[in-house]
């Protein structure tokens, strides 16, 4: 299974709305990211797990909050949005070990719109 | 920071025709990977270059790396209309997880 899952494929929330992202894989990666990507934009990295502790974060409001429950899972909840968060949200995952060329493989995406 | 930049932004050929996409990054990497997107979706990776190689080869496509110049090419030979996509080169650092900067992209557009 090479695969990187992502829930939903599309959600619109309000700015008051807590909702919350999901990402699986079974590839036995351990290391796991999250993305951000405007349009017509390239992504961001916005945190970076590895080995299920929280090893980047690379200046996210903290209304963003990740959570990697356990080496195949992670979460990204949302809480009181703005309307500018509006976007694509990528997972990715990488073997996180064995040295520095790891590619990663990417899940097809949430796209968030806040109203 | 965006670290790749990518050029041309946009890039339409015909189908048979070969398509080149440069890279242009500012720091010292461990390697260089080209990724491509398709509408807006997920992240497709093509192919990773290691700081220490020049050229790699992998079906169609084609990479280059020029470290002095801080710079790398992506060739795709034979374009068919499938390869309509985003291409996005991304620099990668780190041990164990890798953190890429990617490019603002190159969008091809790739007609029968």
């Keep these: 299974d090479t695969e990187v899952t992502q829930t939903p494929k599309h959600l619109v929330m309000g700015m008051t709305n807590k909702k919350s992202l999901k990402c699986e894989q079974h590839m036995g990666h351990r290391a796991m990211y999250w993305y951000k990507q ?11 797990y590895s080995y299920e502790k929280l090893s980047i974060n690379e200046s996210v409001p903290s209304r963003f909050s990740p ?10 909840h949302l809480h009181a949005l703005q309307p500018e968060d509006s976007a694509l949200y990528l997972c990715a995952s990488s073997q996180g070990s064995g040295g520095p060329h790891n ?3 990417f899940g097809p995406g949430t796209r968030l719109t806040v109203l | 920071s965006q670290q ?8 339409s050929i015909q189908e048979g025709e070969n398509a080149t996409m440069n890279c242009s990054y500012k720091t010292s990497i461990n390697n260089l990977q080209w990724y ?3 509408s807006g979706r997920g992240l497709v990776h093509l192919i990773l270059i290691r700081s220490n ?27 068919r209309a499938a390869d309509t996509a ?14 890429l900067t990617f490019g603002k992209g190159t969008m091809l557009l790739v007609s029968p």
């Design chain 2, 86 to 99: 985003s291409y996005f080169c991304a620099t990668g650092r780190g041990l164990g997880y890798s953190t």
């Design chain 1, 67 to 76: 959570e990697c429950p356990n080496s195949s899972l992670l979460n990204l």
């Design chain 2, 53 to 79: 190689e020049r050229e790699k080869h992998s079906g169609r496509l084609r990479v280059t790396l020029d470290t002095s110049k801080k710079s790398s090419s992506l060739l795709i030979t034979a374009s």
């Design chain 2, 36 to 38: 491509r997107q398709n």
């Design chain 2, 4 to 11: 790749g930049e990518e050029d041309p932004q946009a890039l």
């Design chain 1, 103 to 105: 590619e990663q493989f």
């Design chain 1, 38 to 48: 405007k349009a017509k934009k390239p992504p961001e990295l916005m945190f970076v």
